[in-house]
């Protein structure tokens, strides 16, 4: 394998820039560049030079032998002065001693290919280093830690143990006992959809947390839907007039719900006859709302309210039904408490925003607590949500017609969509895809 050399600092002017190397060829290139191999993970204070002997800096060096280090591989780190015109010429010394240039996330991805971390820890030092928010932050480092991962691997253990019984089963028909009616097999089966719906709704948080939470504005022409995204936004970021078909396109705007990061996304009305510049104003908001994670659906509190909306949305988007104007009706602000979850406020006075905020938090499953909370990402609910389908199926083909033989393959399927999230079952594309994210130096 290749020996690779990369800044591992951004690029800029800094008091200390890093350039990483890793590979077979480290300790040779090490003796080249600083005159010897430093004590394995013990600052030495070094003067680094090209092959021809020329000093380029003086700093510090670290070498962590193979394969006690993060890749796996001999690694060693030379920590100068972080200026841009150094850290190309630390690289370029590298180059020239036999290294080659690190491809995006190529450290990560070696320490995944030797078994330092797992794919979802990989993601995660992504996730820590793109954290928007402290909880993010907090969040990436719990998954990091392994916290995600061992839940995954829990579950694909609970999978395991349930085909090793419904395998021995099928083996042995001849025996007198029914193994696939027994209730320990069926109990087993319930505890693991339990865990299926309770892992699934941790990761959909986890994706909140990382990627933020996507709200789409949607309703008819004047029902304040712009005055509301001003009143949440805290600023007048659009226009609001009485002429209906005002909003013409769509406007985004990011908020922080204690914690929780919020893309707005105000859109224009939903109405038949519009104007040609207003009907594709319509067409972008219906395009918006197929990425939405929830979807506001404005009311005016003084029309008869529409019991159900007749856009399409994803599944699993929450939808949060929203009566404006209630400072013309005189109803009173907060939730509404027939059990429709809907919300009464006025934009124009801000009366029962507390509530929407208190609706948003809950829709998007939020505590603003990092203890319990990991970061995870689209792909690993889309794993999560084929494995539970798969299990589902299998679950469902037992209870109706006692298939074993349909139960067992349903669940190594399930055990196979799992292995996804972890990286226990992969392909080179998905790899090139996942580290093709990172930066050069991790």
Known sequence: MDTIVAAATPPGVGGVGVVRLSGPQVEEIARQMIGGL??????TSATFRNASGEDLDSGLALYFPGPASFTGESVLELQGHGGPVVMSMLVDAALELGARMAEPGEFTKRAFLNDKLDLAQAEAIA??????TAQAARAALHSLSGAFSSSVEALAEQLVRLRMYVEAAIDFPEDEIDFLGDEQLHSGLNDCAKTFDNLERNAKLGRVLRDGYRVVIVGKPNAGKSSLLNRLSGEEAAIVTEV?????????????IDGLAVELIDTA???DD??????EGIRRAR??????????????ANETPQQQIDEEIPEGAEIIIVRNKIDMTGEQAGIADDGSGTVRLSAKTG?????????LRAAAGYRNQGEGAFTSRKRHIDALRRAAKHFMTGKAALEDTKAGELLAEELRLAQEALGEITGAVSSDDLLGRIFSEFCIGK
């Open 269 to 271: 009305g939903l109405r």
């Open 127 to 132: 996730d820590l280093i793109g954290s928007g």
């Open 351 to 359: 009366d029962g925003i507390n509530a929407l905020h208190e609706c």
């Open 38 to 43: 430093p004590e394995p993970r013990f600052a």
């Open 244 to 256: 209906a078909g005002t909003t013409r396109d769509i406007l985004r705007e990011q908020i922080n």
């Open 274 to 279: 519009p104007d040609r510049i207003e009907e």
């Open 287 to 300: 395009e918006a709302l197929k990425s939405a994670d929830a979807v506001l659906w404005i009311q005016d």
